[in-house]
């Protein structure tokens, strides 16, 4: 049980044990245990950039939301959207929160039923018949936008903010400046000069925490208390899984044992994929949001000592029991190199009786009588024993239900479980060079200021690629 009576998420990882898939793809005991030295390690580390403040996620969820909550209090009294601008570590987790606690339909609803909150839309993309058709269905006046870019050259977010920039400017004259409220970093960056130009509101980055981890921060918070979801209910949960995570030995500590099994299943049986399975629409953007955190933080070209290792394992997202019907064929008889991890919702907030009717169908009536609420159970089971049964590893985390609580219990848990694994395979899970490299290109190729050399460089080395158009 975690504080306050309410209930503690749990991993129940008995089908990625050899017992239950055999031992060429399942894992031993003694494996777990034998990584005591390399856990050691990584341990402590991770207890040091703590510590030193270096790495500043570990730590948010102690943060005061007081600012946060005043400034969301006056936007529900003022505004009818919130457009979150903003892309990777700055949508993915205000998408998943938003999407796993709210409504599901939310943005249909009328104002009275949404309790007076805005509509809460994420621009997290480029696509510019997506962004101009979003632009065209507000209201400027009724809309407020959230620009979120930490170092406040994000190519992406910042021409999304041009236009709006532009079009508020143009259509609101001088009142256009309550309309946007930035999310950057604390002191420093273009985006925070613009604040200080135009006297616009603004909450902080903390300049120890990267975009994949800042969902704790004014980041996701801001955006998602707009919304209205219970944010100190996100840090509860948080805290009570930054609680569980304090104890080093992996058996002991959630997000260490997740890592472990991950680290195993790839690195010893040849597992360099694995599949994000929740059983719950609600669910699905916690996989996508784990998409990013797993695949940008650990794969890696170099290890720590700079030897090239080319790390990680792919991250996929399925959803049950949808992908039942399009991916599990797959994943039970194709290649057998994935491991998989469902996320189960023990209890739904609804029940949803399948009545007595058709009951002379021999091929529907053995429905009459149950719910959906035991047939998604179920559909779950029967891929779990496909999988098992076919020495496929997978892995339950159980939620006792969804909300604010165990959500923060799920965001910590992998944020600190990705931190974990970044030490068992030697690699710095903070930082992102290969993304670089298409950030640079565009920077070269838009024609920004000092990118000159790379964009003669690109255009020489694309130049000798013949090309071939069918």
Sequence with gaps: MGD???KDIVLDYSNMMAQAVGSDHGLLQGELDGLKTRASVAHTRL????ASGKIGFFTQHEMDTTPIKKYAAKVRESYENFVVLGIGGSALGTIALNQAINHNFIPLLTKRKRNGYPRLFVADNIDPDQFEELLKTLDPKKTLFNVISKSGTTAETMSQFMIVFDMLNRR???KWKKKVVVTTDPAKGILREVVNEFKLDSFEVPANVGGRFSVFSAVGLLPLACAGIDIDGLMAGAARMAQRCNEPDIMKNPAYLFSSL???????RKKPMLVMMPYSSKMYGIADWFRQLWAESLGKRYDLQKKEVHTGQTP???LGATDQHSQVQLYVEGPNDKAFCFLHVDKFK???EIPHVLEDKAELGYLAGHSLNELIKTEMEGTQYALTVHNRPNMVIHLPELSPYTMGQVIYLFEHATAFAGGLYNVDPFDQPGVEF???????MMGRKGYEALR???????KNIPSRLL
């Design 47 to 50: 207890m040091e950039l703590k």
């Design 4 to 6: 306050a009576g309410k």
């Design 350 to 352: 609804t029940t949803t």
């Design 172 to 174: 609101l004259k001088g």
């Design 316 to 318: 996929i997202k399925a």
């Design 438 to 444: 298409g950030k640079n290109y565009a920077y070269a």
């Design 262 to 268: 991950m680290y195993l299943s790839d690195t010893t």
């Design 456 to 462: 003669a460089e690109i255009k020489d080395k694309l």
